[in-house]
């Protein structure tokens, strides 16, 4: 059942995307399996930022606004990252958060449904997903948050429902929802969807074209590799832009924002859902990330995802018996794979301090990102010995348990 | 009247501020009078970036959200500012854009003055803070905008006014609202106050606190020199902060983040205003810039702001018969001066060509950041002459007019 090293390593030789590793800065002695969380450091992010800094803001001042594009910025990145979830170029755009832009597109959406009071979604969805929804109708009192058990979802799509919000892969469960089922089934309904692509971008094929899929928002630092906190990208299919209006009529989202003029008019397009200025320091590093997963073969890195995942499993189920799978074993799925065991967070933290970095999720899960682009088939092997390790060692004892405030 | 190079060479002389301008990297061959839309770079930003770049997010990964105090820095940079405003450690935060900031506070102020249904504004404000409000009453039928001149605000301080929305600092003129009458006026008529400062803080000596104010916003691109987009603050006073709610129920202001429970529950401070994960890079380079401004004397970068204005505005108006004094002459005003003059916008593309870089804004004016951190009495002195030359000669003609889409 498990292999040994020269196998692995046998298969790393044959990895067609085995060079796509050289192009992140990964620190000696650490097994990445966080990247879900915030991917790691680009190289060419390194040379993109100093350029930045020092060309552009430094020596061009507030002429790089129009020189270096810096203006056309949101909608060039939106563009490149357009191409990886299947969507045409001018459906998206770089913009704040994914919080905020999951405001944006709900408000807007259920404007575009009078009658109509449901924003239907997920219970345990990511919780800036529901928060957003709360808060969203905490101010529009004539709309309601129905947070059902994933396979309850279709037979809630009745005819006040404004809404189908949900993340296309589970942030810790990593089972992935099928976009396009849902999407017709709420279609059929009368409402509009919104997916979160945050665990998907990047990381597993999404088309949300093929899907005929109205609006959707992701994350940009984690499987996009676009730095701590990095901007957020929305979608909003070309059939809806000139009906859908943001409710954060911010000037970037105007139609003419150095006209000045004291009255609010969209622009024609999806830059419309842009609200105040962007970051562009941000956006440079989430620049840089973005073009490796535009270089990437895209069924290259799915076929390799399931290798990975399947030795990983595989190998930490041989070694680790106490450990429980917390993930689909096969697809659909996202690109984390999810373990729990009552003493989660202290595991996670020995093994941490022992160089492999996951995370942990409330209450028991400890969690480790698959990704492709820079993790082998002998890091995930290593990883699930380490694992074993620490579990049979029961090196965990010596963590402490969890603080409140701190990221897990 | 115009005073030669030798005395202006002596003020600079004597400039208590002089050094600081070696904390900045200026290009050679220009006056920078346009820190009042974008600052220039602190040489302190360039170490910040690279270590949160190579060490934060290249080693430390996703560790560095508390090992590098990441999930601190809103808060951190937030209490640096506070005291630049003239508000306490724990009111400010550093969140979002000033636009989304605006529609959170604009929002959480209609929603606890219930029965009141207007924001009352100056028609004429800076574009983002109408179109936010606008964009407010768009969504929530009970709330009206009301634009009015300024000196027209008291009179409409109204029983159905719920919250009075101003730029302290006019983005075009200069000119200063007397916050201290506005808000006791506004409080006076059961109103709440939210001031945009973003032509403003780092600028001007600030006191909310000392005005007793409820509500404010700021840039951090502006006089705080946080870089292009650089993310934006925003101020509730303490009294307020456990009464109101922000509409952007992001999960970084939720009272327990990582405890991912499915209901939002908002923080207990004013973290409650922070919405997604914030940009570490855009903070980081904020940071250094705010650190800069909180080494500064307030009052002697208001004497020297006072003696650069006097200065620009005499030699201008000695040299260039043609320009119209756009902005107070005296106090109450901010930290920058504008001339209006009909050909504008070629003048200010000629002026930029030279080395003077101001910035033009519809319909006539071009506008000149006064910044006394980095500019000195000669360069405002070299700066009228310039003006003058390009006057004179009309080299302006040779500019093209204005084009559609690029920022002025």
Known sequence: MSLDLAAVRALDASDPLRAFRD????????????????????????AAL???????????????????GWIDAPRRVGDRIAGLIGASPGEVVV????????????????????????????????????????GLAAVLPAVQVRAVPADEIAAHLGPDVALLQLSHVHYKSARRHDMAALTTA??????LTLWDLSHSAGAIEVDLNGCNADLAVGCGYKFLNGGPGA?????????????????????MGHAAPFDFVDEYRPAPGVERFLCGTPSILALTALEAGVE?????????????????????????????????????????????VSFAHPEGYRIMRALIARGLIG??????????????????????????????????????RDESVRQAGRVT
Chains 1, 2 share one sequence.
């Open 231 to 251: 901007p957020a990208f929305l979608f909003v299919a070309a059939r809806h832009q000139a009906r859908l209006v943001s409710p954060l009529a911010g000037w």
């Open 292 to 336: 490796i997963a535009a270089a990437v073969d895209a069924q290259a890195l799915a076929a390799k995802a399931k290798r990975l995942i399947g030795l990983f499993i595989t190998e930490v189920e041989a070694r680790c018996p106490t450990l429980t799978l917390a993930s689909p074993r096969h697809g659909p799925r996202g690109s984390h």
């Open 359 to 396: 995370d942990f999720r409330e209450p028991d899960i400890l969690r480790f990102g698959i990704t492709p682009l820079y993790l082998g088939y002998e890091d995930v092997w290593r990883a699930a010995q380490l694992i074993q390790q620490v579990l049979d060692a029961e090196a965990w």
């Open 23 to 46: 192009r992140f800065d990964l620190p000696d002695g650490v097994i990445y399996m966080d990247g879900n969380s915030l991917g790691p450091l680009p190289r060419t992010a390194r």
């Open 186 to 191: 709420a279609q059929a309904a009368g409402a």
């Open 50 to 68: 100093t350029r930045a800094v020092d060309d552009e803001w430094g020596r061009g001042l507030i002429r790089s606004w129009n020189d270096a």
């Open 95 to 134: 913009a704040d958060s994914t919080s905020v832009n999951l405001f944006k597109l709900a408000a807007a959406a259920v404007g575009a449904r009078p009658g109509r009071r449901v924003i239907l979604t997920e219970a345990g969805n990511f919780p800036t997903d529901l928060y957003i929804a709360q």
